[in-house]
């Protein structure tokens, strides 16, 4: 069974420009929820989506938004970038939402 | 107040001894996860539990739903169990709260 894919694996932007970030699932996970950490800043968690409808959402501006399909893969955008938004984002998957969670190898992004 | 609460912080141990690390919650939990992150790697998950106690190799997860504590304690450490390990509890609506982690370090 394949794990969960997150690509890209790293991405360099620019302030002020936006990003798209992509997660695969394991095959059968219907939830999908995605965090970003930062040195020192521990996981923070931005949102999880469960048959694509957004189930949870954490204390992030509203720059940060993702969907989830019906294939449930979900994908993550950052608009209006800055440089705080540097960090590793990781997003995991699981069946249900109190099941094993799986997580994915993340994307690094670098704002410059 | 966090709602998760880890300790310690950092804990730096020699190899072979016995480690604990712990976890309390103040909140309704329908499950509780372990997970390992080392350092510049992915986040493995080790245990997903909502009652009593699982065993993997040398690892040794326990739950007390009552006390809302949670153990995870590791035997015969070596340097390779240098991580961060981090708690995680299922609250209302399969919410997913953190624990802020504890950095193991296993010296030889």
């Known amino acids: 069974k394949a794990g969960v894919t997150q690509t890209p694996r790293y991405l360099i932007k620019t302030r002020g420009q936006q990003v798209t970030l992509s997660c695969s699932p394991i095959s059968g996970h219907r939830s999908v929820s995605w965090y970003q950490q930062t040195p020192g800043q521990g996981l923070q968690f931005l949102f999880e989506y469960f048959s694509e409808t957004q189930r949870n959402k954490g204390n992030f501006p509203g720059r940060f938004s993702g969907r989830q399909f019906s294939n449930s893969r979900s994908e993550m955008n950052v608009s209006t970038l800055e440089l705080g938004d540097s960090a590793l984002y990781l997003c995991?998957?699981?069946?249900?939402?109190?099941?094993?969670?799986?997580f994915g190898n993340g994307t690094r992004l670098t704002v410059t | 107040k966090n709602e998760v609460e880890q300790s310690p912080q950092n804990l730096t141990a020699q190899e072979g001894e016995f480690i604990t690390i712990n976890c309390s919650y103040s909140?309704?939990?329908?499950?509780l996860h372990w997970l390992q992150q080392h350092p510049g790697g992915g986040i493995v998950s080790l245990f997903m539990?909502?009652?009593?106690?699982k065993k993997h190799g040398r690892l040794i997860a326990t739950i007390n739903i009552q006390e809302k504590h949670s153990s995870l304690h590791i035997t015969a450490s070596h340097p390779r169990d240098s991580a961060v390990y981090i708690c995680?509890?299922?609250?209302?609506?399969?919410?997913?709260?953190w624990g802020a982690g504890t950095k193991l370090i296993i010296k030889p």
């Open positions: 909140v309704g939990i329908s499950a």
């Open positions: 995680a509890v299922v609250g209302s609506n399969y919410q997913l709260i």
């Open positions: 995991a998957s699981s069946y249900l939402g109190d099941s094993p969670l799986h």
């Open positions: 539990l909502s009652s009593g106690k």
